[in-house]
């Protein structure tokens, strides 16, 4: 018997030392992509627009150094690191002009916002994954790793194709995917959930017959940025909300609830939402629970609520009957001409001029691009 367990202990010993060594486990951040990835068409090409979560679930920092969106053939997207990285990445609860949103501190998350602009004759990808390259930031040391997660389909639903919520123009449309505190960037905590409802919101104003905007205090509201104009319904729907409770020029500072002005949304059916916000006080033409059609005045522009550019037409679509509950879903507008663009939202309001095309380019069934001037057909419904 002795033997029997003598043999059976010296098989255990060379069992265990032949045993290969455990790897080491390497705890990161956690990857999610919490709204399906959307494409649509914008300035003729092929755009895919989500947002990635990365939390850090532990006791130390964590510094992103690089991300890659890979589709699931393993193609390369999309890849960012250093100061293009920082550019998209929003910290919830820290001011936007934080010196490091690439580091998470414990508990902390961040959120990438990706804008990307999939390359001519690709196939559209049907599914995203990502590539997080990082330093753990132990007190012992950093230390480097790499997490693959955040797989996430690609919404196949078609984009809602609409006509124009304002007519004739020149426009400008107004709006940046990337600016930290923008329409893109703000997320609403409101009954238990965290949304963007302003996801594709363009804000509108008619471009000065000088091709520059001058903030002029001077200059009554009812004489700029197409104060007063025609807006339409761009499609056939019933009217779900009429609020016309605000006054024009509201005074500051504007309480979150008041911040849309008066409003108007319409339910275009296929569970999809178009606000219209900021319109002139008194000049709702449409009741809650009327039907209407595409191309027929609901309102005038106006400057009620929050709008920090004076008079405005902020215009989203989104999934639910609510101003902030509710996620903003992309859109593009049956045809307009594109005759330029601003280089950015600082040179517009900074009063540089815009670079005009050299001919007007015909666009159909796409989204405007960032800060474009548009002109859209000037027929509508009386």
């Known amino acids: 018997m002795s033997r029997i367990i003598l043999g059976f202990t010296m098989l255990t010993a060379l069992g265990a030392q032949q045993a290969p060594p455990r790897e080491p486990v390497v705890q990161s951040v956690d990857l999610l992509v919490p709204f399906a990835p959307v494409m649509f068409k914008q300035s003729g090409s092929l755009q895919l627009a989500y947002e990635l979560h990365v939390t850090n679930f532990l006791s130390v920092d964590v510094s992103l150094n690089a991300v890659k969106v890979r589709g699931v053939d393993g193609q390369t997207l999309a890849e960012y690191r250093a100061d293009d990285l920082q550019r998209l990445v929003v910290r919830p609860g820290l001011r936007h002009d934080h010196a490091t949103p690439h580091v998470l501190g414990a508990g902390a998350r961040a959120v990438v916002n990706f804008w990307i602009a999939l390359a001519a004759g690709s196939p559209p990808p049907k599914s995203v994954e990502h590539v997080v390259d990082l330093d753990v930031l132990r007190p012992a040391g950093s230390l480097g790793t790499v997490v693959e997660g955040g797989a996430s389909a690609v919404a196949s639903r078609a984009v809602a194709t609409l006509d124009p919520p304002l007519g004739g123009g020149p426009w400008v449309a107004i709006y940046d995917p990337l600016l930290k505190g923008g329409h893109r960037t703000a997320i609403y905590?409101?009954?238990?959930?965290?949304?963007?409802?302003?996801?594709?919101?363009?804000?509108?104003?008619?471009?000065?017959?000088?091709?520059?905007?001058?903030?002029?205090?001077?200059?009554?509201?009812?004489?700029?940025?197409?104060?007063?104009?025609?807006?339409?319904?761009?499609?056939?729907?019933?009217?779900?909300?009429?609020?016309?409770?605000?006054?024009?020029?509201?005074?500051?500072?504007?309480?979150?609830?008041?911040?849309?002005?008066?409003?108007?949304?319409?339910?275009?059916?296929?569970?999809?939402?178009?606000?219209?916000?900021?319109?002139?006080?008194?000049?709702?033409?449409?009741?809650?629970?009327?039907?209407?059609?595409?191309?027929?005045?609901?309102?005038?522009?106006?400057?009620?609520?929050?709008?920090?550019?004076?008079?405005?037409?902020?215009?989203?679509?989104?999934?639910?009957?609510?101003?902030?509950?509710?996620?903003?879903?992309?859109?593009?507008?049956?045809?307009?001409?594109?005759?330029?663009?601003?280089?950015?939202?600082?040179?517009?309001?900074?009063?540089?001029?815009?670079?005009?095309?050299?001919?007007?380019?015909?666009?159909?069934?796409?989204?405007?691009?960032?800060n474009s001037i548009v002109r859209f057909p000037s027929s509508h419904r009386p």
Do not use: C, W
Not at 189 to 215: C, K, Q, S, W
Not at 228 to 246: E, I, Q, R, W, Y
Not at 285 to 307: D, F, P
Not at 335 to 355: M, N, Q
């Open 189 to 370: 905590t409101v009954g238990g959930r965290a949304r963007i409802p302003g996801r594709f919101a363009i804000d509108f104003i008619a471009l000065p017959p000088a091709g520059v905007m001058v903030r002029n205090p001077a200059v009554r509201p009812e004489n700029r940025n197409g104060f007063g104009s025609d807006v339409l319904a761009v499609a056939d729907g019933t009217v779900v909300a009429a609020l016309d409770d605000t006054p024009d020029e509201t005074p500051k500072p504007v309480p979150v609830e008041q911040a849309s002005g008066n409003y108007v949304a319409i339910d275009l059916g296929d569970r999809r939402f178009a606000f219209y916000e900021h319109l002139q006080r008194g000049s709702l033409a449409v009741r809650t629970g009327q039907r209407v059609l595409r191309g027929q005045v609901i309102a005038r522009l106006g400057s009620s609520g929050s709008t920090s550019i004076g008079p405005h037409l902020h215009f989203h679509v989104a999934d639910a009957n609510s101003l902030l509950a509710a996620e903003g879903l992309p859109f593009a507008f049956r045809e307009f001409a594109h005759l330029g663009e601003f280089a950015s939202i600082d040179a517009l309001v900074s009063g540089e001029r815009p670079s005009l095309a050299a001919g007007d380019r015909r666009a159909e069934v796409e989204r405007p691009a960032p």
